[in-house]
Nanobody, 119 residues
Framework: QGHLVESGGALVQPGGSLRLSCASS????????MNWYRQAPGEQRILVAS???????YYVDFVKGRFTISRDNAKNTVYLHMTTLKPEDTGVYFC?????????????WGQGTQVTVSS
C-alpha cells in the first residue's frame, strides 16, 4: 500500500546534471532494495541503479562514474544524482521499492519522471 513519488526530471543539455528524488510514504527500511529504472520509447524498462538497506549501491555499466544513488532514511527519500548526461540517458525514470513476504517478491512503483537530454 506504499506510495512512491518521483521528482526532478527535466530537459537538460548534454553534459548537464540532474538530481532525481523518490519520496516514500513508508519507511524505506521496510524495503530490501530501492531501485531506479529507465524506460525509453519502444524499449524495456531497465535497472539503472540500486541501493540496499545497508547502503550498498549497484550501477549498470553505462552509468558508472556518472550517476550516484543515495538514501536518506530520516526523510524516507532515495536520490539519483546524474552528471555528464548523454542523449542515451533520455527516458522515463521510475522509482521502485522491492521487498519479500513469505518468499514472494513485491514491487511498489512510482509514476515516473521524464528526463530528456538534448541540445
Amino acid at each position: 500500500q506504499g506510495h512512491l513519488v518521483e521528482s526532478g526530471g527535466a530537459l537538460v543539455q548534454p553534459g548537464g546534471s540532474l538530481r532525481l528524488s523518490c519520496a516514500s510514504s513508508e519507511s524505506i527500511d521496510d524495503y530490501n532494495n530501492m531501485n531506479w529504472y529507465r524506460q525509453a520509447p519502444g524499449e524495456q524498462r531497465i535497472l539503472v541503479a540500486s541501493i540496499t538497506r545497508a547502503g550498498s549501491p549497484y550501477y549498470v555499466d553505462f552509468v558508472k562514474g556518472r550517476f550516484t544513488i543515495s538514501r536518506d532514511n530520516a526523510k524516507n527519500t532515495v536520490y539519483l544524482h546524474m552528471t555528464t548526461l548523454k542523449p542515451e540517458d533520455t527516458g522515463v525514470y521510475f522509482c521502485n521499492a522491492q521487498f519479500w513476504r513469505a518468499s514472494i517478491e513485491y514491487n511498489n512503483w512510482g509514476q515516473g519522471t521524464q528526463v530528456t537530454v538534448s541540445s
